[in-house]
């Protein structure tokens, strides 16, 4: 099946049953994404999770929210996984809730480890701190299967197409 592409709108009539989701992002006007993605060797700059209704849970200089009109100007991708149990759903939600709960300084956006991928020294991270791609570890808490270690977006991206049998494009969402 092709994958459709939405509005954003239509994200955020997604019903409250299909949460969360992973999104991978593409700003077509950031230049920290753009390097990101180039030096990985991928599309998307960015990851976060669709976690309601208009609202996005990102790692941006803390983890927080956004709402979906923030994110107009990129492309995104939503991937889903259709198996997932209320119970493995609600299990996510409360671990980004929790995340999210935390004061700002304890969430900070680890901008070592970026320092690091760009220039080849992938290890090279405070283990305090996330890039926005390290916050698909709460793919642990319901997929045995996750084993990725400082992922960058086309990592935890490429790790999804590579389990097509489990997670689905939603849909995708280009600006006008």
């Keep these: 099946m092709p994958d459709r592409f939405i509005s954003l709108d239509e994200i955020k009539a997604i019903p409250a049953d299909q949460y969360p989701m992973l999104c991978f992002a593409y700003s077509l006007a950031g230049l920290f994404a753009k390097a990101v993605a180039a030096k990985t060797k991928g599309y998307y700059g960015h990851f ?13 200089f803390w983890f927080r929210t956004f709402p979906v009109d923030h994110f107009a100007g990129c492309n995104l991708k939503l991937v889903y996984n259709p198996s997932w149990s209320v119970a493995e759903k609600e299990t996510l939600k409360r671990a980004i809730r929790e995340d999210l709960d935390k004061p700002w300084y304890k ?4 901008c070592r480890a970026v320092l690091g991928i760009l220039v080849g020294l992938p290890g090279f991270q405070n283990p305090k701190w996330r890039m ?30 590579a389990r097509g049998d489990r997670y689905k494009v939603y849909g995708r969402y280009m600006p006008d």
């Design 48 to 60: 976060m999770w669709l976690l309601a209704p208009d609202l996005f849970a990102s790692q941006w």
């Design 107 to 110: 969430t900070r956006y680890d």
């Design 132 to 161: 926005c791609s390290e916050t698909a570890e709460y793919l642990y808490l319901v997929d045995p299967d996750y084993d990725l270690y400082v992922p960058t977006p086309t990592d935890v991206n490429l790790w999804t197409k």
